[in-house]
């Protein structure tokens, strides 16, 4: 059975009254979307040499298994 949601309702954060069409009001939103930006940015160099080791060591596995024929 569906559920029915009112087209419009409250924020979702607690404490605020805000009506909206979406889950969390805009400027919530917007606070969301800028943490999101900002994990994002410290991962990304914890990610990228992760993924040089992981192509260095395939590389060196593959050059290894080369070697050995």
Not at 10 to 22: I, K, N, S, V
Request: charged share 30%.
């Amino acid at each position: 059975m569906l559920r029915r949601v009112p087209m419009v309702h409250e924020c979702a954060r607690p404490g605020c009254d805000t009506l909206t069409m979406g889950e969390l009001c805009l400027d919530h939103e917007r606070e969301s979307e800028a943490t999101v930006r900002r994990r994002v940015k410290r991962l990304l160099p914890r990610l990228a040499t992760a993924s040089a080791l992981v192509a260095a060591a395939a590389a060196g596995a593959l050059i290894k298994s080369r070697l050995l024929r």
